[in-house]
């Protein structure tokens, strides 16, 4: 991974000696360049800012190790946003005013991604969430573009829309029931995205139901779905409930097919729910580790080598986002966040292990989605879906 992408840095920075010479600015200190990092890092999604973090650290050891960013290294400067919005906040603030960084990393998940942008447009300092998946990340209730807040990530229509056509295409479903978070934005997103879609190709939502973040017995509302005799339930939402929710649905003698997105992405998941229940489940994400690109597995070697552990998709996207920031540094050659934010702007194709990116007019990447299918607790390579 580390040869191969330079060799396409190499070919596409435009900027390669541009911040040699540049004196003390914003994002830089002395030799180094500071990147914050607020990420849930404590807390109930831990896994997944931990993950990123991971992701994250091994792409900033490889960049340093080569170099760094014309010639200064990448220093991190993280916070633990303990996966709290308000902490997410106050950890933008401290970043931005006290740290002064070149831009921000974090957070995992939508809603604490949702509490630094602010902060970010009014400090003029960019603001790219991994993986937060939320349409009012980069663009606000009223339509308006964030101008600092981008994402590495594809958005929840986009997840939802997979999900739908996965279930009528690929697995010939006609009804569906969708059993997602209410106070979630995340799994809002997915799940009207997947009844338009799911709908829209001729088929029927028999049930809808909703559950409480913390929740810990779905068994009265799993029921009622189950009476509606549906082919397949999409449940989006997070690991922490759902891992339980298929647990119990499976125990309550729901078989059919269950989905949900990348929130299901998480270790955790097979603890939760089981390695027999999982069967006949089915994920958006990100990536999978066993991908044959070679991209995709010269990243894999490098993670489980630093890591003694497998990547998923969550420090794939922390990883791409340093390499997605880096090389935008590079083409704006400043450290200064507005002009980075115009270099991200321009983004086009760039390569990376969660697939070529580009950067749309709303800030969003354009790219693929892979679908994992859980076999025996092993998250499988099903298939990869392009953009349209």
Not at 45 to 55: D, L, P, R, W
Not at 142 to 147: M, P, R, S
């Amino acid at each position: 991974m580390k040869k191969k992408l330079f060799k396409v840095l190499a070919a596409s920075a435009l900027s390669v000696g541009l911040l040699a010479g540049c004196g003390e600015s914003s994002g830089q200190s002395g030799d180094t360049i500071k990147i914050g990092v607020n990420l849930e890092l404590s807390g109930g999604v831990a896994s997944y800012g931990t993950g990123i973090n991971k992701g994250v650290q091994l792409a900033v050891e490889e960049i340093n190790a080569a170099g760094g960013i014309d010639g200064k290294e990448i220093e991190l400067i993280s916070v633990d946003n303990k996966s709290d919005g308000q902490e997410a906040t106050s950890g933008a603030i401290k970043l931005t005013d006290q740290d002064k960084v070149a831009a921000i990393i974090g957070a995992a998940t939508s809603g604490n991604t949702i509490a630094q942008v602010e902060i970010a447009n009014d400090k003029k300092t960019v603001l790219i969430t991994p993986s937060g998946t939320s349409m009012v990340v980069t663009v606000n209730e009223k339509g308006k573009l964030n101008d600092y807040a981008f994402r590495t990530t594809f958005i929840d229509p986009f997840q939802g829309t997979v999900a739908a056509n996965f279930a009528i295409n690929e697995l010939g479903v006609k009804t569906a029931a969708v059993y997602g978070d209410n106070a979630s934005d995340y799994a809002k997103g997915l799940g009207a995205a997947f009844i338009e879609t799911f709908e829209a190709a001729g088929g029927k939502i028999v049930k809808e139901e909703s559950y409480i973040a913390k929740d810990t017995d779905f068994r009265s509302t799993l029921t009622r779905i189950k009476s509606a005799d549906p082919e397949f339930v999409y449940i989006p939402g997070y690991y922490e409930e759902v891992g339980l929710i298929v647990k119990q649905a499976r125990e309550l003698g729901i078989d059919v097919p269950l989905m949900g997105g990348d929130g299901w992405d998480s270790p955790t998941m097979v603890d939760l729910a089981g390695a027999d229940a999982l069967n006949n489940t089915f994920v958006t994400a990100a990536y999978s580790d066993e991908d044959p690109d070679p991209i995709i597995q010269n990243f894999v070697e490098a993670f489980k080598k630093k890591h003694k552990e497998a990547p998923d998709g969550f420090s794939a996207l922390g990883y791409d986002t340093v390499y997605l920031l880096k090389d935008a540094i590079e083409r704006a050659g400043s450290t200064d966040s507005t002009k980075i934010k115009e270099a991200l702007e321009q983004t086009k194709d760039f390569p990376l292990v969660t697939g070529a990116l580009s950067i749309d007019e709303n800030h969003n990447p354009v790219k693929s989605a892979t679908i994992l299918e859980y076999v025996d607790g092993q998250m499988k390579f099903n298939s990869k879906v392009n953009p349209e």
